[in-house]
């Protein structure tokens, strides 16, 4: 007979955002659901629960970020690494059974079940939590349909993305994970549609101070990254615009060195909008993994990407040798939180949206631009000197190797060495085994 089940393996530390204190909660394996969502603190459960699987290896514990960083590569890093699925990422070369590839897909599906779950259930939760608990499902789901339509699918800006395929879109808790849904792919607009959907209404319902779970700057955040990736620069500097307030009325703000935000002890700085956490006694940094001498170290940085700062620039002290070989000194705390939006990248979206839109929500474009750039210890532009290309060498100096370079390339057009931002070895390909199993999935181009 088939049971249907919630895998809700949680973690001693719950992934979230902004507290360093941990939640008190004994894990759980995985349960028959018709016992599982009965009350309130069932489904709260729950919910931490999905928290875990966001945090996974080839989600959010980092590699769907790194991977693209490898994708995107040509000389300012170079790659010694064994595993051969990460070196057909940085051969742009992907193989339709890439297992990290498989994962990525696998997490996501997993995450977003759980979610499901998690809102098919909302009619037991009390009163005074049901807004928190929907906000917090909702920002889970829509980050993740955004994160797996920009990899499996084509950018927005690719052709038509009314008509371009993406990934199917689940809304309803299926049988058992482990089973194919049969659904076939959405468009790459109503995926965006989705998660746009799902994070508008994640950020009406959530509350302004959340302990270290999602919250309205988190929200808003995410929001503002999608958009900008769609080239709505209005809805971009909007949200972008919230999310700072967000976070400024409960305390946030950069850290007063760039090192800082990159620290050597667990927990979450004040920049920090959404992070994974990690202790030593749970959690994944795949950033740690790869791009520290201290991990495996099978990512280093070359002259090629130093030499884009200036000599004064203080983000260069983040770049250290050992060995013989130059480092990103970002990741070296291995129970380090992995940073997924940080308030600096709020600052860069609403300066390039309101420079594109010739506006000034919030702020000027020159205000938000020298707001980073003090903090790199480096001369302010003036209104009348700075350029769009100024903006984007901020940005791409201020969140180099966070995993934003590849889809950067894309929505700017941007080619990859000899590579067309649009090639098709820079979308991932559907997973053999999911094809095998799913007849109304189809394929993406060049696989």
């Not at 007979?1 to 393996?9: D, E, S």
């Not at 879109?169 to 049988?175: E, R």
């Not at 649009?422 to 060049?446: K, S």
Request: proline letters at 3%; a negative charge; one cysteine or more.
């Amino acid at each position: 007979m088939k049971r249907t089940f919630l895998n809700i393996l949680l973690l001693t530390a719950v992934f979230a955002v902004s507290c360093d204190k941990q939640l008190d909660t004994t894990p759980t394996q995985s349960i028959d659901k018709k016992d599982a969502l009965k009350t309130s603190k069932d489904v709260e459960v729950a919910l931490v629960g999905a928290y875990s699987d966001l945090g996974s290896a080839d989600l959010y514990g980092g590699r769907i970020f790194i991977d693209a960083d490898l994708l995107f590569s040509t000389t300012e890093i170079s790659w010694t690494g064994t595993y051969e699925q990460m070196t057909q990422m940085k051969n742009k070369a992907i193989l339709v059974d890439n297992s990290f590839v498989a994962s990525a897909w696998l997490d996501g599906y997993r995450t977003i079940n759980d979610i499901n779950n998690v809102l098919g259930a909302l009619a037991v939760v009390t009163d005074d939590k049901k807004n928190k608990v929907e906000g917090e499902a909702k920002f889970i789901r829509g980050s993740v349909y955004f994160d797996l339509v920009r990899v499996f699918g084509k950018a927005w800006n690719d052709g038509d993305p009314n008509t371009n395929a993406g990934v199917p879109i689940a809304l309803t808790a299926t049988v058992d994970i482990t089973e194919a849904s049969q659904l076939p792919r959405s468009t790459v607009a109503q995926v965006y549609a989705q998660a746009i959907s799902d994070l508008t209404e994640a950020e009406a319902k959530l509350p302004e101070e959340n302990g270290f779970f999602a919250d309205k700057a988190a929200a808003a955040g995410m929001l503002a990254r999608i958009y900008l990736q769609k080239a709505d620069y209005a809805n971009a500097a909007s949200a972008a615009d919230r999310a700072i307030a967000y976070a400024e009325n409960i305390g946030k703000g950069l850290m007063d060195n760039y090192t800082d935000a990159f620290p050597l002890e667990e927990g979450n700085t004040s920049e920090d909008i959404f992070a994974i956490q990690v202790t030593s006694s749970s959690g994944y940094n795949g950033f740690q993994d790869f791009y520290s001498a201290d991990g495996r170290g099978d990512i280093q940085i070359e002259d090629e990407h130093l030499d884009l700062y200036e000599p004064a620039d203080e983000r260069l002290n983040i770049f250290y040798n050992s060995g013989g070989s130059t480092y990103c000194g970002k990741f070296d705390n291995i129970y380090g939180n992995v940073h997924i939006i940080r308030m600096a990248e709020l600052y860069l979206i609403r300066a390039e949206a309101n420079f594109r839109a010739e506006s000034a929500v919030g702020a000027e474009p020159v205000d938000d631009i020298n707001v980073i750039r003090n903090r790199a210890g480096l001369e302010p532009y003036s209104s009348e000197d700075i350029t769009l290309d100024d903006i984007l060498l901020e940005r791409k100096l201020e969140l180099s190797f966070e995993g934003g370079s590849l889809h950067d390339a894309k929505r700017l057009e941007t080619n990859i060495a000899l590579i067309t931002w649009n090639a098709p070895e820079l979308v991932y390909p559907i997973p053999q085994r999911e094809l095998r199993v799913n007849a109304n999935l189809t394929q993406n181009d060049g696989y």
